[in-house]
């Protein structure tokens, strides 16, 4: 049995959705997946930074000796819930399994 736990505190409700909808349980304060050790790498393989980056830009005005000017600001998102996770496997039930 495996554990997939959420590193960061999830802040809002379209991150919160999408957890419980990923079959997240809050747990102790911290959002946890259980499942095998395979599913939860697949599941977190197709969330996390192995999915191709997504562009972010804005557009931010600043004055300048009384001048205005308009920089651009941009970071890659590889995430779009920009979650972290850690992944927790129980060796102990595997070593029993086996013996």
Excluded: C, I
Excluded at 7 to 15: A, D, E, I
Excluded at 51 to 66: D, I, L, S
Excluded at 72 to 79: E, I, L, P, R, W
């Amino acid at each position: 049995m495996a554990k997939l736990f959420v590193v960061k505190p999830v802040l809002g409700n379209k991150k919160k959705a999408f957890l419980e909808a990923n079959g997240f349980t809050k747990q102790a304060g911290q959002w946890v997946k259980q499942g095998s050790e395979q599913e939860l790498k697949e599941f977190w393989d197709e969330v996390d930074v192995y999915k191709t980056p997504q562009a972010r830009f804005k557009q931010v005005k600043y004055e300048v000796g009384g001048m205005y000017k308009t920089k651009t600001q941009g970071k890659y998102v590889h995430n779009d819930m920009d979650l972290d996770f850690y992944l927790m496997v129980d060796k102990q039930e595997e070593v029993a399994l086996a013996a």
